[in-house]
């Protein structure tokens, strides 16, 4: 098989695999503007109709407001505890630290049905079921791993003696960890923050479990698909796609890796 | 007479099976640029470390001036280091580097801004002041260690090899600004290294170490010409061993049975008849006219040419190789080849003794 043709194949291999996959998406941001209320060829036309809609639902917004306080939440919560862990992780060796750092890994590998039942359980026992707070706590055991792996990553590359230096040359722990640890760590900071957001605003399990009567916007586009199937819903996909890629793709910006040497 | 300004006493420094400093005891004096050096692994790095309070000793004891420096913390003992790879601040530009220990100090930052420039002048980076250290060269970023260090105006200054990252040239070069700094600011240089050239070209005093115990204490002519053990003959200088016993005591002079015969030396305080010993005969003693009373037949197998002078490889009969090191132009004169038998010979008086 000569090279040309070998290349062609494997383009057009991920060609499709990748169309496979984002045909969905395209599909719904495509029909989220038609005029018509039935996805189908011919097009109806181009309508902001089904934006203005969900716009005016009071149910709708006031879901989109519980994930973004969430979302706000998790972002926070989960950014601090995941430095806190990275640089435990970094700085410290202690008896039990390889289980301290499995600890910190795993609540993204438990299935969110069995997460959700859990906590389910464990928060009526503490009074907590049905609130927002239960539903930032749950996600924010999530979205830590993945700020800790973040900030752990941009860690390991500063240099083993830069800490001690700072220390040497007059700073306390508190001083080196303000003034070295976080400005060093600042990209990743921002970038484990937004992902933990993105993390948390995606989130349709645990917060359908534990919320109650505190429907986040992925629970309240399941109740409506469980009502009439709407374009509606496809306003709300667009524009929650929208908010999640772009916070993706700012993470993964803030962690690419400069050329210049570091 | 200095005073003593920092001493270490019997500091131990032991991880599971392995000793990485033993009983080391030294008193370092106000002022003075002395020198740890040893090979790889000898513990000079630790100890310095330890004076630093990176790492703690298992046992013994440091004092400043009576004061014990165990329980004062890294960022209280007033000892600035200079890294082996700079650890400059990634994120700071040069002159935010050298303003760091003022700010954690907290000084104000005018008055920091101020102290800063001035030792970035001292230093010949005024011109760099506002770059980042990303793009600067080696030898800058050198510099600027050295000002960030400098600016508390400490009373002790470390410096863990600062000078092994850069290349000959400019070692040499910065060996001579160090030297200078140390004359100017007439503090206390601690100083790591594995070179004898740069400890012998800067330090007032050497400490020589060697798997965790010092070997010898000295100003570098005493160590060059009177080592005190086999180790530091080796590692000093150059010296060829040869090792033997002693049989008999002449007055001035001494007989040592070797495996490549009997051949006569200085006499050594403490070594009696019977004593195992290394005959040391320094390799610029040795001589090629077959003028020397003590001879043995080599044959040439290497020749090391630096410059000037040349160190000529001899395999000797035992198959020991000696060292002999002559000006370039009295070898050439010799017309000498590889392989060539000739006969080595120095006078007893260049051959000293030291305890096996």
């Known amino acids: 098989m000569s090279r040309g043709i070998r290349s062609l194949l494997e383009s057009s291999y991920l060609l499709l695999v990748f169309g496979f996959i984002a045909t969905p998406i395209v599909m719904i941001v495509v029909f989220s503007f038609n005029e018509d209320r039935f996805p189908g060829f011919p097009w109806a036309g181009f309508s902001l109709r089904w934006y203005e809609a969900i716009l005016n639902e009071p149910m709708v917004i006031d879901s989109a407001i519980n994930s973004v306080i969430v979302g706000l939440s998790t972002a926070i919560g989960a950014t601090i505890i995941g430095f806190l862990a990275a640089y435990i992780d970094y700085r410290y060796k202690f008896t039990g630290k390889t289980a301290f750092n499995l600890m910190v890994a795993i609540p993204p590998a438990i299935p969110a049905t069995v997460m959700g039942i859990a906590l389910l359980a464990f928060l009526a026992r503490i009074g907590l079921f049905g609130e927002l707070k239960a539903v930032a706590f749950a996600h924010i055991a999530i979205a830590s791993s993945f700020a800790m792996a973040i900030i752990r990553l941009r860690l390991s590359e500063l240099e083993a003696s830069i800490e001690p230096a700072a220390w040497n040359l007059g700073a306390s722990r508190l001083q080196g960890l303000c003034f070295i640890i976080l400005p060093y760590c600042r990209n990743a900071l921002l970038a484990a923050f937004f992902l933990s957001f993105a993390v948390s605003f995606d989130e349709f399990m645990i917060a359908w479990f534990v919320g109650g009567m505190n429907e986040t916007l992925p629970v309240r586009i399941l109740n409506l698909l469980q009502g009439q199937v709407s374009p509606r819903i496809n306003a709300i996909g667009t524009l929650v796609f929208a908010l999640t890629f772009s916070l993706v793709v700012s993470a993964l910006w803030l962690m690419r890796r400069k050329r210049v040497a570091h | ?356």
């Open chain 2, 1 to 356: 007479m200095s005073t003593s300004l920092l001493s270490l006493n019997d500091i131990c420094m032991e991880y599971p099976g392995f000793k990485a400093v033993s009983n080391l005891s030294i008193d370092i004096k106000a002022g003075e640029f002395i020198s740890l050096m040893g090979p790889s692994g000898c513990g000079k790095s630790t100890t310095l470390r330890m004076i630093a309070g990176l790492d703690s000793p298992t046992s013994g004891s440091m004092l400043l001036e009576g004061t014990s420096q165990l329980d004062v913390p890294i960022e209280d003992r007033g000892m600035p280091m200079v890294w082996q790879n700079f650890a400059l601040f990634p994120f700071l530009n040069v002159q935010k580097n050298v303003e760091f220990p003022l700010r954690m100090k907290g000084v104000a930052s005018d008055i920091r801004a101020k102290k800063a420039s001035e030792w970035i002048e001292r230093l010949g980076l005024s011109e760099f002041a506002e770059r980042s250290i990303a793009q600067l060269s080696g030898g800058q970023r050198q510099r600027v260690a050295l000002a960030r260090a400098l600016v508390t105006e400490p009373r002790v200054l470390l410096l863990d090899e600062p000078l092994s990252a850069l290349d000959a040239h400019l070692r040499i070069k910065m060996q001579t600004e160090l030297t200078r700094l140390h004359k100017e600011l007439g503090i206390t240089f601690i100083y790591v290294t594995h070179s004898q050239s740069e400890a012998f070209a800067m330090a007032d005093r050497v400490v020589i170490m060697n798997k965790g115990e010092i070997q010898q204490v000295g100003t570098p002519k005493e160590v060059y010409r009177a080592p005190e053990n086999a180790f530091v003959a080796e590692f000093i200088g150059m010296n060829n061993l040869l090792p033997g016993t002693l049989v008999e005591s002449n007055g001035d002079t001494v007989d040592v049975v070797t495996d490549l015969g009997l051949f006569k030396a200085k006499p050594a305080m403490g070594l009696k008849n019977g004593d195992s010993a290394h005959m040391v005969i320094a390799a610029d003693c040795i001589r090629l006219d077959n003028q020397g009373k003590q001879k043995v037949r080599g044959r040439i197998s290497g020749e090391e040419f630096v410059g000037s002078v040349i160190t000529l490889l001899v395999e000797l009969e035992n198959g020991q190789e000696f060292k002999v090191q002559k000006q370039q132009h009295e070898v050439e004169a010799l017309n000498l080849k590889y392989g060539a038998d000739l006969t080595l010979s120095w006078d007893a008086q260049s051959a000293f003794l030291l305890a096996a």
